[in-house]
């Protein structure tokens, strides 16, 4: 099979810092929320040095000992997290990516979905490429390797102006890093710069702001739809390789998929996520006594939602941070025990009690279900669940892990129906109208919204392949 879906993923580079390994390595400590499946590193020493790259399942603290990180030594890095669904073949998708070609030997790593990967990989085989993983992303790697540019920034630029989709890219060589973001804009990737000894710079960028807090570096501006970014041995040169196309950040990092100590697409996350919960007040209001998010997701909405509203904010679900991938489960099946591993209610706060339940989204509505349903044994009287983004009504096919329609409960069910699957005494949704002037998106419709309109800003070509051939566990 051909996983084209599934790619939540953080990336990071790091150029011109003696400690490159070790910075990468806390940048995707600080963005491990955006996948949890696999990471790695990938380190470069300088011209005519080798490219040594360390992958591996499970989390970045997990994976990288003080001994590997010794090992990986130079003055440049990429490194990678990612999330995917369960299948035998998660260990050859871990990135970043690595390969000796012609143009000397490259690393990769990529955050989003090319929806034209299918016919690239087809084209790529019958010309005799072999393919070592289900992912995307290796086919850039052999679009890379197949060019006839001789320089390897003419041999990207020559590949990015084929893929469609989405991508947030960065590569590295033995002395430079090379990062460049779809002329769309679909994922988020932020450049930074620290200050080193006698004057010099290293730079630095990641998909969210959060990990250039935990490294000390300055946060510059954003890498432009379109635009490719050389670091390299003769400092830092910016080049457009695409004409602007209209722009489509994906409205779901504002709404759940990033840390709220991040700036995002150049808007801080916190303000945006607390609005949606003030909107979300002033819209659906109702006679409660407390306002309790579901932890983490809906803790800044919340947060709004009671301010605005004048009701006092409670957590009372408390979450268990230290869930792993690896849990014993009882011989005995414990009724909602995944939930209860996560979240546990407190009854002293919500017994009697006319609750507003505030969380980021409902995909499947399973999950809301096992939460109303804590909170109702816990002793709550009233529970009325207020979610802060639109109804999510078709699949995204740029790198956010949304199941096919028919899993998605909006998009077959009336609200009365939800509300009633999900066994809440009220349910309210964000309008996409207030979503938009929550994330400041006006006249310039700079956001993509497909999850909740299926309206895709690119020419999905083989959309019917696409959700024919979407395999999910
Ligand atoms: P459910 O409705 O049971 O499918 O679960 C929805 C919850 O999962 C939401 O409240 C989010 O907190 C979380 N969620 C939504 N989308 C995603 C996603 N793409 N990846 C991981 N978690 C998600």
Redesign the pocket.
């Known amino acids: 099979m051909f996983d084209k879906f599934h790619e939540?993923c953080a990336v990071v580079a790091i150029h011109g810092h003696p400690e490159a390994a070790n910075l990468a390595y806390l940048s995707l400590y600080a963005m491990q929320h955006r996948g949890q499946e696999s990471a790695g590193l990938a380190v470069s020493a300088g011209k005519g040095k080798d490219v040594v790259c360390h992958k591996s399942m499970g989390h970045v603290a997990d994976i990288f000992t003080p001994e590997q990180l010794g090992r990986l030594k130079g003055d440049h890095a990429i490194g990678h997290t990612r999330y995917s669904t369960a299948g035998d073949s998660a260990h050859l998708n871990a990135q970043p990516f690595s390969v000796k070609c012609n143009k000397g030997q490259i690393a990769v790593a990529h955050n989003g979905n090319i929806t034209n990967a299918t016919e690239l990989r087809n084209d790529l085989e019958r010309s005799g490429a072999i393919f070592q993983a289900t992912s995307d992303t290796e086919v850039i790697l052999h679009l890379v390797a197949h060019s006839r540019e001789r320089t390897l920034a003419g041999a990207l630029r020559e590949a990015l102006l084929q893929l469609e989709g989405a991508y947030s890219l960065v590569f590295l060589a033995e002395d430079r890093i090379i990062v460049a973001r779809d002329p769309h804009g679909f994922r988020p990737l932020a450049m930074g710069q620290m200050e080193l000894s006698g004057g010099r710079s290293a730079y630095v960028f990641a998909s969210e702001t959060c990990a250039f807090d935990l490294i000390g570096a300055v946060y510059l501006n954003d890498v432009e739809p379109g635009e490719m970014v050389i670091a390299g041995p003769d400092g830092v040169t910016r080049e457009r390789f695409s004409p602007q196309r209209n722009r489509a950040h994906c409205v779901f990092e504002h709404v759940?998929f990033a840390r709220p100590d991040s700036i995002v697409f150049g808007q801080p996350v916190q303000p945006t996520r607390e609005k949606m919960g003030r909107f979300l007040a002033r819209r659906h209001p109702v006679d409660a006594d407390v306002v309790v998010p579901?932890p983490d997701?809906g803790v800044t909405a919340a947060i709004g939602y009671a301010d605005e509203a004048g009701l006092p904010y409670r957590q009372a679900l408390i979450r268990n941070h230290y869930v792993g991938r690896t849990f014993i489960e009882p011989s005995q099946a414990i009724r909602d025990f995944g939930v209860k591993l996560k979240l546990n209610a407190v009854r002293h706060l919500l017994e009697g009690k006319r609750v507003v339940l505030v969380?980021?989204?409902?995909?499947?509505?399973?999950?809301?279900r096992k939460i109303v349903r804590m909170v109702r044994h816990a002793g709550a009287r009233e529970i009325h669940l207020r979610i802060s983004c639109p109804p999510t009504m078709s699949p995204c096919f740029y790198g956010?892990?949304?199941p096919t329609k028919s899993e998605l409960i909006a998009a077959n069910h009336t609200l009365d129906e939800i509300r009633r699957f999900v066994e809440a005494d009220s349910l309210a949704y964000l309008s996409l109208h207030d979503l938009r002037e929550s994330v400041g998106d006006d006249e310039n419709h700079d956001y993509c919204y497909a999850c909740y309109t299926g309206d895709y800003p690119t020419d999905m070509v083989s959309i019917d392949e696409l959700l024919s051939s979407r395999k999910r566990p």
């Open positions: 939540e759940y579901v997701s969380d980021d989204s409902i995909v499947r509505g399973t999950t809301s956010v892990d949304t």
